[in-house]
Structures are given as structure tokens and as C-alpha cells.
């Protein structure tokens, strides 16, 4: 390895010029990291929603599934974005609460509740997205089609 000291506009800075072999090492380890963290949200809302996860196998074996959730108790306060608005008016307004952290729960209860049914072994297609203050739908579709077993766990429903 050998280190090159350049001075660009009075800066210096110093560059490493590395061998072939150790250039495409450092680039596959680096292609190899996932960029995708397994890190799950803290769950903040347990106890304080209901959720439902409602299946349906239709004739030809596609599996659909609705996840609805709603509070049971006084939901933790969600804070309200503001929008910066240009031109004329350049007055604050509000745009609505911030569902991030509420969305991401939602998601990560989603997640777990398709885990734990094993309902969508393969993954999920999401069809639609609703998502409220005090509530919310997600509709999606397995990635694979029903089985003998599926069909007889979770019923046709559809």
C-alpha cells in the first residue's frame, strides 16, 4: 500500500493507493453488507391497540388478508407537523399528525401477526393502506397460493 499526499487549493489530503486484490476485497465486503437493518421499532403500543388479522382463500388460491387495528384506551400523544409554506403566504399551517412512529407500529404488528399465524410463509404484496389517528386497515396478498394444509387451517373464507 503505498500513501499519496496531494494539496488541492491549500488542503491537504491524503490518498492510499491499494493494490487490485485488496481494492476488489474492501468492494465485495462492502456489497455483501445488507443495507436492510434486522433492528425491529420498539413495540410502544402494546396494550394500548387491538388488532385483528382477517384471512380469506379464494377458489383459485390466492390468499388475501386484511389487518385492522384500533385503540382501546387514549392513544400517547402524536405530534402535529408543520408545513412551511413559500410565495404569499408564509404563514406556518398545520399539515395533520405525524404518523410516522404510529405507521411503523403498525407495520411491525403486521409483520409479527402474519409471523405467528404463518398465514404469508413467503412474504406479502400490500394491496391497500389505511392509516389514522385512532386506526388503521392494511389489505394485502400472499406471495404464495394456498395449500391443502392452508386451506384447512385458515378455511376458504372467500
Do not use: H
Not at 434486522?38 to 382463500?57: C, F, H, M, Q, W
Not at 394491496?127 to 389514522?132: E, N, T
Request: charged letters at 25%.
Amino acid at each position: 500500500m503505498t500513501v499519496i499526499i496531494t494539496d488541492f487549493w491549500g488542503i491537504k489530503t491524503v490518498l492510499f493507493k491499494i493494490g487490485p486484490l485488496v481494492f476488489w476485497a474492501l468492494l465485495l465486503t462492502g456489497c455483501a453488507a445488507s443495507t436492510e437493518s434486522n433492528v425491529e421499532p420498539e413495540a410502544k403500543y402494546e396494550g394500548v391497540i387491538r388488532d385483528k388479522l382477517t384471512t380469506s382463500i379464494a377458489e383459485n388460491g390466492l390468499k388475501l388478508f386484511t389487518y385492522s387495528v384500533s385503540n382501546t384506551q387514549a392513544m400517547p400523544p402524536i405530534s402535529v407537523q408543520t408545513l412551511e409554506l413559500t410565495g404569499r403566504d408564509r404563514r406556518k399551517r398545520s399539515s395533520g399528525p405525524d404518523l410516522t412512529e404510529w405507521t411503523e407500529q403498525i407495520e411491525l404488528g403486521l409483520k409479527r401477526t402474519l409471523a405467528m399465524s404463518g398465514f404469508c410463509r413467503e412474504g406479502s404484496i400490500e394491496i391497500s393502506r389505511l392509516i389514522q389517528v385512532d386506526r388503521a386497515e392494511i389489505r394485502g396478498e400472499c406471495t404464495e397460493g394456498a395449500t391443502d394444509e392452508d386451506r384447512q387451517r385458515f378455511g376458504r373464507q372467500g
